[in-house]
């Protein structure tokens, strides 16, 4: 580390705290313990929903956790109280994605630093649709949000929390998501009349399920017709999210075929 960074971080990170306890980087000094021996007071950090958790060592002494955001200001300082081995902050949602430094002090020493990336990656692992899986739909579900919405998974296989916001249909759908469409699409399972839901958090290596809101399926729907021969084509799903800066996009292969009772029979597979 050069004095250069280390000038910075002092100034940015640890300015504003009281006493200026001044933490180096990692490299820049050894920690020391109360004993005067080497140690790391930080055991672990991890993240649980929308928290940042900070486990410290059972036989350590920590007066005070001072955590830097990836853009390297100061995102939180907090007293530790004695005996206390966990500790967590608040990301909130938004928040910022990429490396979070955590430096533990005590008595003007520097007795831990670690850091955790913290960046979700929500994928898309499952879709299904409704029609065919009415057992899989949510309690509740009328016949015709069976025959038009569809069960989508997702998971984030990444080390942050994300907020799914909105889901989107293109191609050969028919009924595809118009541009102009406020809603999020996202079938309000927590209300029991339903609705469209704002947001789903979805944690670290967490899986959730989604249903639409926005009946790409509809059998009324004008954009695809069947009868006689099948009809192939394709459509996308598109999910928003909070942090992720890209939209997930999923492709998919889709069948129609004339069924019973004048509506088609879907099959799809991924593109």
């Known amino acids: ?11 940015i990170a640890l300015g504003t705290i009281a006493g200026s306890v001044l933490l180096p980087l990692t490299g820049c000094a050894e920690l020391v313990d109360g004993g005067g021996g080497r140690s790391n007071a930080i055991r672990n950090l991890s993240v649980s929903e929308l928290q940042l958790v ?15 955001s990836p853009s390297g200001e100061e995102f939180a300082t907090r007293s530790v109280s004695p005996g206390v081995t966990r500790e967590t902050f608040d990301l909130g949602m938004p928040y910022e994605p990429g490396e979070y430094e955590v430096y533990a002090t005590t ?4 007795v831990g630093e670690s850091a955790l990336e913290i960046r979700p990656n929500p994928r898309i692992t499952d879709l299904k649709l409704g029609r065919n899986h009415p057992d899989e739909m949510y309690e509740g579900a009328s016949d015709q949000a069976i025959r038009s919405e569809v069960i989508v998974s997702v998971e984030n296989k990444g080390t942050g929390p994300d907020a799914i916001t909105a889901l989107r249909f293109s191609g050969d759908v028919p009924q595809p998501t118009p541009e102009d469409f406020e809603e999020s699409g996202i079938y ?9 839901q704002e947001q789903v958090y979805v944690s670290p290596e967490e899986r959730t399920t989604l249903f639409s809101n926005s009946r ?19 459509f996308t799903m598109t999910i928003l999210s909070t942090i992720r800066d890209s939209p997930i996009r999923g492709g998919y292969n889709i069948t129609y075929s004339e069924g019973s009772q004048s509506e088609c029979d879907i099959s799809l597979s991924s593109s």
């Not at 008595?107 to 520097?110: R, S, T, V």
């Not at 399972?189 to 469209?196: D, K, P, V, W």
């Not at 059998?219 to 695809?224: E, K, L, Q, R, Y």
Request: with cysteine; aromatic share 4%.
């Open 54 to 68: 900070v486990d410290l060592r059972e036989d350590a002494t920590v007066g005070e956790l001072t955590v830097v």
């Open 188 to 196: 309000d399972t927590s209300e029991e009349l339903g609705g469209h």
């Open 216 to 234: 790409p399926f509809s059998p009324t729907g004008s954009n695809v017709s069947c009868g006689g021969e099948a009809v192939e084509g394709e």
């Open 1 to 11: 580390m050069t004095e250069r960074d280390t000038d910075t971080y002092r100034r």
């Open 107 to 110: 008595d003007g020493e520097a």
